[in-house]
């Protein structure tokens, strides 16, 4: 007699993932939450809301992209799961929200439990990073689909900021600051172009990358930074001096800049400020991509950019080199009657 093995899919293995996967996810935890994994969903204790005068809820979900295809080549899966946590929790903090817990969602075509442990232990450790418990989440097997060593991973999370305490483009001013935060390298955007890079000039994934000790692979591979505490613990000591904040995915740093700068403003980067990364120039010539299409597609060595009262720069540059972050002064908002609410002028520095 036939059953859901024969179809491609195994409970056994899913069941078996689960237990693997369970000390990673105990690491992943706050106060709030109730119960453990398993039920048919995740508890969070409301009441934390109370310290909130007139709490928002925020929520965001994002996925990692075809970086994924990059960790299935390799063989390597423990760290795809932070890039997954970095592009959900740091999207909430840019509104000031605190990230509070978050779910994933994790496709494969072949459930392999040491597998998605992997995936899962990547994802906890993010969520550690971020202060943002891992409450649940969702494996599913479709044979068929996905061929036995395809996946695909997602997540959503959800935080809670002050009302009056909600950052926005509305609080930007003309001669605010922008503080730049660097970028651990490629992030989760842009790996279309860089697999068609690969593919089109034959690069190897295992040959050493020019001017470092790591493979080209290594470097694709290394997760995305995970900004929430600096940008939480920012939000904290510089009050109403801090506008906003850009979190860089998709689209580069202009155009996701311009999303928070509202009319009449144009926040102005100054390229001399930074070097631009040397796996991004080097891959930018490998592959014939001009500087308008790289910085469109990839972060430019910017991950995220704290909009400051200008008073405030030099405390904002303190306050992040105390906890490791390396930020700079990367430009300023202009008043402007051109329609563009954010570019970048200058060249980069040499490396």
């Not at 909130?52 to 423990?78: C, M, Q």
């Not at 779910?103 to 994802?123: H, L, M």
């Not at 994934?205 to 290594?218: Q, R, V």
Request: proline share 4%.
């Amino acid at each position: 007699m036939a059953d859901y093995k024969d179809s491609g899919v195994d409970i056994d293995a899913g069941e078996l993932a689960v237990e693997l996967m369970k000390a990673s996810i105990a690491k992943a935890s706050r106060p709030e939450v109730m119960g453990g994994i398993g039920g048919f969903a995740g508890l969070f204790d409301a009441t934390a809301l109370t310290k909130f005068k007139k709490p928002l809820l925020a929520t965001s979900t994002d996925g990692v992209g075809t970086k994924t295809e990059i960790a299935r080549r390799l063989g390597k899966y423990d760290t795809i799961g932070e890039d997954l946590v970095a592009m959900v929790v740091d999207d909430l903090v840019v509104c000031g929200a605190e990230p509070l817990f978050m779910t994933d969602y994790i496709a494969v075509g072949k459930v392999i439990p040491e597998r998605i442990a992997e995936i899962v232990s990547g994802i906890a450790r993010g969520c550690v990073k971020a202060n943002t418990a891992l409450i649940g989440g969702e494996t599913a097997e479709h044979p068929g689909l996905l061929a036995d060593d395809e996946f695909d991973i997602a997540g959503a999370a959800t935080g809670a900021v002050d009302a009056d305490k909600l950052l926005s483009a509305d609080l930007v001013k003309a001669g605010d600051v922008l503080i730049g935060m660097p970028a651990s390298g490629f992030h989760a955007n842009g790996y279309s172009l860089i697999r068609h890079i690969i593919k089109t000039k034959n690069l190897s994934l295992d040959a050493n990358f020019p001017g470092s000790d790591k493979t080209l692979g290594e470097i694709l591979l290394t997760p995305t930074e995970i900004y929430t505490l600096d940008c939480l613990a920012l939000i904290k000591s510089l009050g109403t001096n801090l506008r906003t904040f850009v979190h860089v995915t998709g689209g580069g740093l202009a155009e996701n800049t311009a999303r928070v700068i509202p009319a009449g403003l144009c926040a102005t980067y100054d390229r001399s400020t930074w070097a631009l990364p040397n796996e991004m120039r080097s891959l930018a010539v490998a592959g014939d991509v001009a500087q308008p299409a790289l910085e469109r597609t990839w972060n430019a060595g910017v991950g995220m950019v704290a909009v400051v009262a200008p008073d405030v720069a030099d405390l904002t540059l303190r306050s992040l080199a105390a906890r490791g972050m390396k930020a700079w002064i990367a430009g300023e908002v202009r008043s402007t009657q051109a329609p563009a609410r954010s570019t970048l002028e200058g060249t980069y520095q040499a490396r």
